[in-house]
């Protein structure tokens, strides 16, 4: 089951920013700039999370949120917060928030969180992919000056550490075992999405160009993602 999320955020960047991020690890989301078209979007289909912006004009997500649990309380609700300003969270929690986001946001916190929810909501249904589990019994291994430890999430470049999803770690756990073969976005969307629809390159090329800007040392000119124009992505092991 793919998750659906609902998102309410009137600052457009914002919006489109967190749409990108959670497209790109296969979510389905749908988007909105103010309360009351998410408020009709809510009445009109199912989401497993909201994504509710606090200050949003006319109808708040404090408002939405108090709307949605008069007939829902199931839900998980992620409020959404400027950095520096003054709300009580303790009402948040108490109109039935699950968890809270400030902005500006980085794309891995805002992963686990989404993630840590989820699970927490829906520990059976939304539960990770076989392969999502199995790729942190992989030993760990050198991509370059990258040491990648599947078990711990994290990848290790000196004294510098990188926390990572699941999905990051299984990219990279293909590429590396591909011994240097090209890994096709096809293969990658299938194992890394945990399904058989249409491969979308567009969720593989957002969630790989994520990943090149937390590990490469110029994701511009990347040594340990290589792209293989109309295919996928290598790993060169000639170099390491």
């Not at 567009?202 to 990347?222: G, N």
Request: aromatic share 8%.
């Amino acid at each position: 089951m793919t998750p659906r999320i609902l998102i309410a955020e009137d600052d457009r960047h914002t919006r489109s920013a967190l749409q990108e991020l959670l497209e790109s690890e296969g979510y389905q989301v749908a988007a909105f700039g103010d309360g009351l078209s998410a408020a009709d979007a809510i009445k009109q289909q199912a989401f497993d999370l909201l994504c509710l912006d606090v200050m949003m004009p006319i109808k708040s997500g404090f408002d939405l949120c108090r709307q949605v649990r008069q007939h829902d309380q199931r839900t998980p609700v992620i409020f959404i917060t400027a950095k520096g300003e003054q709300i009580d969270k303790v009402i948040g929690f108490e109109i039935g928030a699950d968890d809270y986001i400030a902005k500006p946001f980085g794309s891995h916190e805002v992963i686990a969180r989404v993630k840590a929810v989820l699970r927490r909501c829906y520990p059976e249904s939304l539960g990770t992919s076989h392969d999502e589990c199995d790729v942190t019994q992989h030993p760990p291994f050198e991509m370059s000056d990258l040491r990648v430890i599947p078990s711990q999430m994290k990848a290790v470049r000196g004294e510098r550490t990188y926390d990572l999803t699941r999905r990051e770690i299984l990219i990279l756990t293909m590429l590396y075992d591909a011994n240097g073969d090209v890994v096709s976005r096809k293969d990658l969307y299938h194992r890394c999405w945990g399904t058989d629809k249409t491969p979308n390159s567009r969720s593989v090329d957002q969630t790989v160009s994520q990943l090149r800007k937390a590990i490469e040392c110029d994701p511009k000119q990347p040594v340990i993602i290589q792209t293989v124009y109309g295919v996928g992505y290598r790993y060169p092991v000639a170099s390491a």
